[in-house]
């Protein structure tokens, strides 16, 4: 059952119908760990996970996470920010998700900026394979985020419609601004359909 409550529900809900066995695919904001470990189920034993976060702390956790999962041989945990990730992916990924924002539990002084994260999503568009999805988990409720929302927003909003499908899904019955998700599917080229 999906939970539309949950904005990392309804990112699962997307990515459940791209990503499949033997894929790579990215975290691009480990966190706790829980879309890693979500996306090492997802892959298989044959798929591969790169998972990036800056903090020594946030990878740790998602290291036992994965460990007490028996998942951790799938997963590539990297100390870097994820505008660094294009120097990491060996090939283009199926999904690639990102959950903005703080660590949940960690300092929250230590956020996700928009200069990073807009450079990362633009070089994510280039990583990503045709029919592949990235989801973006935004949370405008402090200011860094709704920064980070207005940017990602504009950005998408000039995204070539042939090349990119883009849709923002948005809690409506909330208040204090709610998370939002941000999906973007790189679309499959009618030359590629045809051969």
Known sequence: MIEINKVASMAHFFLDRTINEGDSVVDATAGNGYDTLYLAKKVGQSGTVYAFDIQKEALAV??????????????????????CMHNYLPEPASAIIYNLGYLPGGNHSVVTKHTSTMES?????????????????????????????????TFCDSLAAPEYSAACFRLINRV??????????????EKSSLS
């Not at 041989?73 to 505008?83: F, N, P, Q, S, T």
């Not at 999805?133 to 935004?138: A, H, R």
């Not at 204090?176 to 080229?189: A, F, I």
């Open 176 to 189: 204090n601004e709610p998370p939002e998700l941000l999906v973007v599917q790189k679309r499959v080229s």
């Open 62 to 83: 998602t290291a036992e996470r994965l460990r007490k999962n028996n998942l951790a041989d799938r997963v590539i945990l990297i100390e870097a920010g994820h505008e």
């Open 121 to 153: 999503f633009a070089r994510a568009l280039g990583l990503i394979k045709q029919g592949g999805l990235i989801t973006i988990t935004m949370y405008p409720g402090h200011d860094e985020g709704k920064l980070e929302r207005d940017c990602l927003m």
